[in-house]
């Protein structure tokens, strides 16, 4: 199986049941007939490119839509969060640099 196909079949199978109820009423699982998320997972592999990329698709935008709704509710938290990633980003690229400058004789 390919691994993007892999990749969404582990992502349907964990799929939230408030997403779930969400993305189960969108045009594309609606048109496709499916009822439930095993019947996605068990068509999966063989659904056409399109069809399999417009699922992708919808899906991805359910989670965003969700994700940027959680943010705008508690939009502190995401600050603290943004402003944690950004230090650990920086202390990642120090270390690199660090851990270069010890292997470069080796």
Do not use: H
């Given at each position: 199986?390919?691994?993007k196909r892999?990749?969404?079949?582990?992502q349907m199978?964990?799929?939230?049941?408030?997403?779930?109820?969400q993305?189960?009423?969108?045009?594309?699982?609606k048109?496709?007939?499916?009822?439930?998320k095993?019947?996605?997972?068990?068509q999966?592999?063989?659904l056409?490119e399109p069809v399999?990329?417009?699922?992708?698709?919808t899906l991805?935008?359910?989670?965003?839509?969700n994700?940027?709704?959680?943010i705008?509710?508690?939009?502190e938290k995401f600050?603290?969060f943004l402003a944690?990633?950004v230090a650990?980003s920086?202390?990642d690229r120090?270390l690199?640099?660090?851990e270069?400058?010890a292997?470069?004789?080796?």
């Open positions: 199986m390919e691994p892999y990749f969404f079949k582990l199978e964990q799929l939230p049941d408030d997403v779930w109820q993305f189960k009423y969108s045009d594309i699982v048109t496709m007939g499916f009822q439930d095993l019947e996605i997972v068990e999966i592999e063989i056409p399999f990329d417009n699922l992708k698709q991805r935008k359910i989670r965003d839509e994700f940027f709704k959680l705008k509710a508690n939009p600050q603290w944690c990633s650990v920086e202390e120090r690199e640099k660090l270069d400058e292997w470069k004789d080796l």
